[in-house]
């Protein structure tokens, strides 16, 4: 059974850089990790993706260790809208769907 | 915009009953996914179609069912209705089937849904 944990929250200042890792201890071989925002009452949002080493896009970066057992999400110099709950995600092992991390709720104090 | 739509946005009901939740993908993709979403359970894959077939079941209840239509909208039916059952509701769709390589899920808006 897949296991993926993340820490249940955060808080940083406006301006820092936020880490966020998650646990996938038991991702399959092919599957890709997703990040997902998700504000109050909308639908989670595609943040990023990777398969391994460091990917960056223009709103945060993902590094993934050559065991891929876990991932990191990294948000550079954070705003107040930055406030919501980050899921990761993979694919349910041996099947399409997605399978979500517990959310980590960050709190981005002014 | 996710080009992902929902409807209705809120639905309030009474136990036993029976509704059905609505989605219409974005253009082109062919991949429909439910999910629920409640306070203690988090973001839970309820069931998947792809061009019409159902293709991946999570935790779904007998009580639960969906289809997808020809013009790939799709319907989740939940009946029976429990208290519990209270939760938010997400439809999301992607281009592709394949959950392993790179397949970018877009969410809906959801429905709340509320048993009374």
């Known amino acids: ?6 820490p ?9 850089e936020v880490n966020i890792t998650c646990s996938h201890n038991n991702i399959a071989t092919n599957d890709y990790i997703t990040w997902y925002q998700q504000f109050p009452s909308q639908g989670p949002r595609f943040i990023i993706q990777g ?36 899921y990761c995600s993979h694919p349910s092992t041996g099947a399409n769907n997605l399978f979500f991390g517990t959310g980590t709720r960050l709190t981005v104090i002014p | 915009d996710s080009g992902v739509t929902q409807t209705p946005k809120h639905l309030i009901t009474a136990t036993g009953q029976r509704v059905t939740l609505r989605c219409s993908p974005r253009s082109g993709d062919l991949s429909v996914y439910w999910y629920q979403q409640s306070l203690d359970q ?38 029976s209705l429990e208290l519990g059952d209270s939760a938010l509701y997400f439809c999301a769709s992607s281009a592709r089937l394949a959950g392993g390589a790179y397949n970018e899920q877009f969410f809906g808006p959801g429905t709340r849904l509320t048993v009374l």
Not at chain 1, 8 to 16: H, K, L, V
């Open chain 1, 8 to 16: 249940i929250s955060m808080d940083s200042y406006e301006g820092q």
């Open chain 1, 51 to 86: 398969y391994k080493t460091k990917v960056t896009n223009e709103v945060a970066s993902l590094f993934i260790p050559a065991d891929r057992k876990s991932s990191t999400l990294s948000l550079p110099r954070v705003s107040l809208s930055d406030t919501a709950v980050y």
């Open chain 2, 42 to 79: 988090g973001l839970q894959f309820l069931i998947q179609y792809y061009n019409g077939e159902e293709r991946a079941k999570g935790n779904i209840l007998e009580r639960f069912s969906a289809q997808q239509f020809p013009d790939l909208h799709s319907e989740l039916n939940l009946s």
């Open chain 1, 1 to 6: 059974l897949a296991k993926t944990t993340q």
